[in-house]
């Protein structure tokens, strides 16, 4: 009697189990998943900024009234048109000619060095360009306006050097 018992129990532990239908399931779905996922690749760069820098940054982008505005207004004719509103309400216009058919970056961004050493702990200019300035020049234009380069004198901010000109850049009537 214990042998038959020991045999059934043995019968019912003992099974097959079919895993052909679950390894389709992973040799379809796995490539799926593999052309679906975007492979990137994001480096950061961590420059710290000198901290009376960083701060009167940060002060800057949270005014929301200005007492200081700069603006520069793009035109394929005449060039580059810097309009500088100081704390008094006083404007102030600086003009930058083309050079033959090309926006003359070199020079926008000379005077903009000016304007910032007037003006060091503003950060943000405002771009006006025409409807008619191609998107390559728009951009030309902000990189001239962004950062300090070796051979410009030095912009201090609380006795700090500042390595930054404008780069807080917005457009402002730029359509889709």
């Known amino acids: 009697m214990r042998i038959s018992r020991f045999r059934d129990n043995a019968a019912h532990a003992t099974f097959e189990l ?6 389709d399931m992973f040799v379809s779905i796995i490539p799926f998943m593999m052309l679906s996922v975007s492979f990137m690749q994001i480096m950061l ?15 800057d982008r949270a005014q ?5 505005a700069i603006s ?12 500088v509103k100081d704390e008094r309400g ?8 083309k050079i033959g058919s ?22 943000r200019v405002e771009l006006n360009p025409d409807d008619s300035v191609d998107y390559k020049s728009i951009v030309q234009a902000m990189d001239a306006s962004r950062s300090i380069e070796k051979n410009d004198p030095k ?11 404008f780069p807080d850049v917005i457009l402002s009537n730029v359509m889709g």
């Open 18 to 23: 079919n895993l052909a239908p679950m390894m």
């Open 102 to 123: 090309d926006f003359d970056y070199v020079g926008l961004h000379k005077k903009l060095v000016e304007v910032k050493q007037r003006f060091p702990k503003v950060f």
């Open 64 to 68: 929301t009234k200005r007492e200081v």
């Open 155 to 165: 912009i201090m901010i609380d006795k700090t050097e500042s390595p930054l000109l």
């Open 45 to 59: 760069i961590d420059v710290p900024l000198p901290v009376p820098v960083s701060q009167a940054l940060a002060d």
């Open 72 to 83: 520069i207004k793009m035109e394929n004719k005449l060039g580059f048109a810097i309009d």
């Open 90 to 97: 006083r404007n102030t216009r600086l003009s930058v000619g």
